[in-house]
């Protein structure tokens, strides 16, 4: 006696959901009479056909010519089609959820990274990131000029001495130039307490004033301890003029 897809979809559903239920269903003798068999779907999963007990999937009360519901979810195209999908899907998603977080995860450490590298030379400051700027070197001294590109700064003239000026964080302007706050520098060979100046090099801090024709005396901090400057340029210099 064959089980015909209407029993077998109940079943399914009544496994699923785990529901206790009985219902009549006609089933075909294979002699064309229409037999009449209860189906039962008891508490625990345990099923009955007939008033038979079917104890597992592979083993159906004798003389009943069943199919085997675990064979009929092995070998329906549909169930067997929608479960590869569903595999397939989850393992894409898995697997694109997994590259992302790995991308995310070394973009933020990189970026990480490269802040620590920058603030361990830094601290309590004022950082601008704006203007363009390449081939900077970090701890020197830079103009913005007009037009809007960080330059090395130098006193022998008003022309590179002048406007806003900064100290390079990085190589570029991107990783920002300190306005104002305190520096390290691993050898400034300055004294304690010595104020600051800009040098009539490129790009160079001095203890010692400017002093000759056209010099600008600008100063731009003062030393804290042997290894630390509090930058803190001043917004006026002194042009020095000849007779």
Known sequence: MKINHHA?????????LGLTSSSL??????????VVRNLRVNDGGTLTLGGEPITNWYSMPTGTNAVSLADYLATNAVFAGATNVLNTSVTNVSYQVTNLLYGATNALNT??????????????????Y????????????????????WTPANASTNTTAKGLIGLALGA??????????????????????ATLYMGTNDCVITNIAPFRTNHVVRIV??????????????????????E
């Open 8 to 16: 077998q979809v109940f079943l399914l559903l009544a496994l699923t």
């Open 25 to 34: 269903w006609a089933a075909e003798d294979g002699l064309g009479t229409n």
């Open 111 to 128: 970026a990480v990274t490269n802040l620590n590298a920058r603030t361990n030379d830094w601290n309590n400051g004022v950082i601008i």
């Open 130 to 149: 704006k203007g363009d700027g390449a081939g900077l070197t970090a701890g020197n001294l830079y103009y913005l000029n007009g037009s809007a590109a």
């Open 172 to 193: 570029t302007a991107a990783e920002g130039l300190l306005l104002n706050g305190q520096y390290t520098n691993n050898n400034p060979s300055f004294d304690l307490g």
């Open 221 to 242: 901090g003062y030393v804290i301890n042997a290894e630390t400057i509090m930058f803190n340029p001043d917004r006026t210099y002194i042009e020095i003029l000849g």
